[in-house]
C-alpha cells in the first residue's frame, strides 16, 4: 500500500510538472489532514501580489520589447472539496472565482499600463493532493502538490494610449495556469494547535491573447507568461476551533523572491 500511494504521488508530480504553469493559492498544512474515507468541505481565500514576465508583442511593423510586470494583484475564493484516500493520503477540488489588477502606475514605462484592469470575476477551478511520508512524535513530514487555471477577460483598456507612438486600445485575455509544490513538516504544538511550513515550487506559465486596436483596423498577438521567481517558503498555522464536526481554520504567509500571499481556509469534515 505504501509502495501505491508513493506512484500515486509521483504521478501526480509529474502530471503538475508538465503543464508548467501561473500564481498563488491557498496550501494548508503539507500532510494528509483526513482519514481513510472521511470528506470535508470548506471556504478559502488569498490575497497575493507579485511580479511576472510578459513576452512582447509584435503588431504589423510595431514590435515592443518584454517586460516585468509590477504589482500584479490577484484575489481569490474557493469551495473546498476534499476526500481521504487512506489516512495518509487525500486529494481536493476547487471552484471559485478570481480578479486580477495590474497597478497602472507602476507599469507606466511599458506597454502593459494599456491593458487596464478586468470587469468581471473569472471563474477559478483547481485541484491538489496531499500526503504524509513519516510521523515522529508530535512532528509529521509530507507534501503538497496542487494546479489551478484561471481566464481572465473584459480587461477595460485605457482609451486614450499609444501602442508605438501611434493612438490605439489594447483589448487583452490572459490565461493562468499554476502548479505548486510544497515539502515540509507540521509540528502539532498542541490538541487544537499545529504550524507548518516548508520550501515550495513555484512556477508560472501562461498565454496573453492581445489585440491592439487603431483606427480603422486591429492586430493580435499571443505572447508568454513566466515566473520571476521559482523557489519560496511558506509558514502557516492550523487552529481546530470545533471537534464535532471537526472545524479547522488555516492563517499562511507564503513569499518568494518577487512576490507574496496571504490565505486563510476554513474546513468542514464530518
Given at each position: 500500500m505504501r509502495k501505491n500511494r508513493l506512484t500515486i504521488v509521483a504521478t501526480m508530480l509529474v502530471l503538475l510538472c508538465s503543464n508548467v504553469v501561473f500564481g498563488f493559492d491557498p496550501m494548508g498544512p503539507p500532510k494528509a489532514m483526513l482519514a481513510k474515507g472521511q470528506p470535508s468541505f470548506g471556504l478559502e481565500y488569498l490575497y497575493s501580489k507579485m511580479q511576472i514576465e510578459m513576452g512582447g508583442p509584435t503588431f504589423g511593423p510595431i514590435?515592443?520589447?518584454?517586460?516585468?510586470i509590477e504589482d500584479v494583484e490577484?484575489?481569490?475564493?474557493?469551495?473546498?472539496?476534499?476526500?481521504g484516500f487512506t489516512d495518509r493520503w487525500e486529494v481536493f477540488a476547487r471552484l471559485g472565482v478570481a480578479a486580477l489588477d495590474i497597478d497602472q502606475g507602476e507599469n507606466i514605462d511599458n506597454f502593459t499600463a494599456l491593458i487596464g484592469n478586468s470587469d468581471d470575476l473569472s471563474l477559478a477551478i483547481g485541484a491538489?493532493?496531499?500526503?504524509?511520508?513519516?510521523?515522529w512524535e508530535n512532528i509529521s513530514v509530507g507534501m503538497l502538490a496542487q494546479i489551478s487555471f484561471?481566464?481572465?477577460?473584459?480587461?477595460?483598456?485605457n482609451s486614450g494610449s499609444q501602442i508605438g507612438g501611434v493612438p490605439a486600445t489594447l483589448d487583452t485575455e490572459i490565461h493562468m495556469t499554476e502548479v505548486?509544490?510544497?515539502?515540509?513538516?507540521?509540528w502539532n504544538c498542541t490538541e487544537y494547535l499545529s504550524i507548518y511550513g516548508g520550501p515550495f515550487l513555484h512556477l508560472i506559465d501562461g498565454v496573453a491573447d492581445l489585440t491592439a486596436i487603431f483606427d480603422g483596423f486591429s492586430l493580435a498577438d499571443s505572447v508568454g507568461i513566466e515566473q520571476s521567481a521559482i523557489?519560496?517558503?511558506?509558514?502557516?498555522a492550523s487552529v481546530r476551533l470545533f471537534e464535532s464536526p471537526n472545524i479547522?481554520?488555516?492563517?499562511?504567509?507564503?513569499?518568494?523572491?518577487?512576490?507574496?500571499?496571504?490565505?486563510?481556509?476554513l474546513a468542514i469534515s464530518p
Open positions: 514590435e515592443l520589447s518584454e517586460v516585468d490577484i484575489n481569490k475564493i474557493y469551495a473546498n472539496f476534499g476526500y491538489g493532493t496531499r500526503a504524509t511520508f513519516f510521523e484561471v481566464p481572465f477577460e473584459n480587461f477595460n483598456g505548486q509544490i510544497a515539502l515540509g513538516p507540521t523557489f519560496g517558503g511558506y509558514i502557516g479547522n481554520c488555516n492563517v499562511e504567509f507564503q513569499a518568494t523572491g518577487h512576490g507574496y500571499a496571504l490565505a486563510i481556509q
